[in-house]
């Protein structure tokens, strides 16, 4: 369950990362960063949950 904490939160910042650096298909958008909100939102409550 920890790495799947870590996973969620590494890929939210990683995809926030590669927004700002215009790395991503399509360029910036903020569609890519609802996605990267999503995953760290998803990670904390998984985080939440763990016991």
């Known amino acids: ?4 904490i870590i ?3 590494t890929l ?14 399509g360029g910036v958008s903020n569609w890519w960063l ?9 990670g904390l409550m998984a985080a939440t949950k763990y016991h």
């Open 1 to 4: 369950m920890g790495a799947l």
């Open 12 to 25: 939210g910042v990683l995809l926030i990362i590669l927004n700002y650096v215009n790395a991503l298909p």
């Open 34 to 42: 609802v996605g990267a909100i999503g995953l760290v939102f998803a």
């Open 7 to 9: 996973a969620l939160f």
